[in-house]
């Protein structure tokens, strides 16, 4: 065989061998989700905002994120199942937990409340809400402070299955307010045809009760931390804050 022959072959042989072991270090990673839209949802580009970006964030990594969609708290539970193959959950509020470990914020989101325009609420500070009947979804993270209040009984709250549940009892003078991230209820009430009509009825008051960074929630195990560090490493190699923004307007 020919020298220029031989480095051609071994040159095709060892590219051949790069994209086998390539192929065999790339992994599929199964994360659990719901339907939070702008954030996350099956129906949306890239299937949400943040769900864009830890896909973006472990392509980068050579990996291929898959979500699948649930209620939310059986997103969670799915998580805890001994071999689950989910890795994590997503998008969630970092708490204190030893069921979980949090990656770096995947982006961040204005969550508030929102009121009925004809009866709006005032507030200075979070113990001022203990007079009103608030509204929040079952299972969700809301403040440390607000849920601290609503654990020791001095916020009255009605939990539901929705966000859209939350509006809709707003709207109809059923709740003083209810929390929410002021994304997902504008996405809401331009994309959900039951609250068309009561659109005009409800808005965002004014006051935040905080600007929430968003995570992915790993299991607290070996296989949960070494796709946390994967994810993480990759988040310093994308543009988050772009593909954030990016997909926040295509959902609108």
């Known amino acids: 065989m020919k020298q220029h022959s031989r480095n051609a072959w071994l ?5 051949v061998l790069a994209g086998v072991f390539q192929s065999a270090a790339a992994d599929k990673v199964y994360m659990a989700s719901l339907e939070w839209p702008p954030y996350s949802g099956a129906a949306l580009p890239d299937q949400g905002a943040a769900i864009a970006v830890a896909k973006a964030a472990l392509e980068a990594m050579g990996h291929e994120l898959v979500v699948e969609f649930y209620p939310w708290s059986r997103a969670v539970k ?3 199942q001994p071999n689950s193959k989910y890795v994590a959950y997503l998008p969630e509020y970092k708490y204190e937990t030893e069921d979980f470990q949090f990656s770096e914020p995947l982006g961040e989101g204005p969550l508030g409340l929102v009121e009925n325009v004809s009866k709006p609420i005032t507030w200075e500070q979070v113990e001022d809400l203990e007079r009103y009947r608030i509204g929040v979804v079952q299972d969700y993270v809301n403040t440390k402070a607000f849920d601290d209040l609503v654990a ?6 009605e939990a539901v299955g929705t966000d859209t549940q939350n ?3 707003v709207a109809a003078g059923r709740l003083n307010a209810a929390v929410i991230d002021s994304n997902v209820m504008a996405y809401l009430l331009a994309n959900t045809p039951r609250l ?3 659109s005009s009825k409800v808005r965002m008051n004014n006051r935040l009760l905080e600007m929430k960074d968003i995570y992915a929630a790993f299991a607290n195990n070996a296989a949960g931390a070494k796709w946390r560090e994967i994810l993480d490493e990759g988040l310093t190699k994308i543009d988050a804050g772009a593909i954030l923004d990016a997909h926040m307007g295509a959902s609108k």
Not at 11 to 15: A, D, E, N, Q, T
Request: glycine share 4%; no cysteine.
């Open 78 to 80: 799915l998580v805890q």
């Open 196 to 198: 068309k009509s009561v």
């Open 167 to 169: 509006i809709l009892k």
């Open 11 to 15: 040159l095709s042989v060892f590219l």
């Open 152 to 157: 020791a009984g001095r916020i009255k709250v």
